[in-house]
Nanobody, 116 residues
């Protein structure tokens, strides 16, 4: 089992920045991929960014160049740096970890609100 705890959400004005953190505990060694998803009201959950064990990354097209996913292995923590935020980025952001052989784990979610 893997436990994920997110932090760093909040309210920010358009153009602002936030950094989300996701601290993992438990069977860390099983994790081979971690990512951030988001879900806005009335919309499906979507993948925002993902990082694999080899440090390959993938991003949702609309966040490329603005968001950066990174990992601190010593702290078992994955970050999502979000810059140039727009109201369209408003959503609940969820941390996800995929572990071998077939586990998929979720954090509790953290609200990000972008408005003036």
């Amino acid at each position: 089992q893997v436990q994920l705890v997110e932090s760093g959400g909040g309210w920010v004005q358009p153009g602002g920045s936030l950094r989300l953190s996701c601290a993992a505990s438990g069977n860390i060694a099983s994790i081979y991929r971690q990512g951030w998803y988001r879900q806005a009201p009335g919309k499906q959950r979507e993948l925002v960014a993902r990082i694999c064990s080899g440090s390959n990354t993938n991003y949702l097209d609309s966040v490329k160049g603005r968001f950066t996913i990174s990992r601190d292995k010593a702290k078992n923590t994955v970050y999502l740096q979000m810059n140039s935020l727009t109201p369209e980025d408003t959503a609940v952001y969820y941390c996800n970890a995929e572990g071998r052989p077939s586990g998929s784990y979720w954090g509790q979610g953290t609200q990000v609100t972008v408005s003036s």
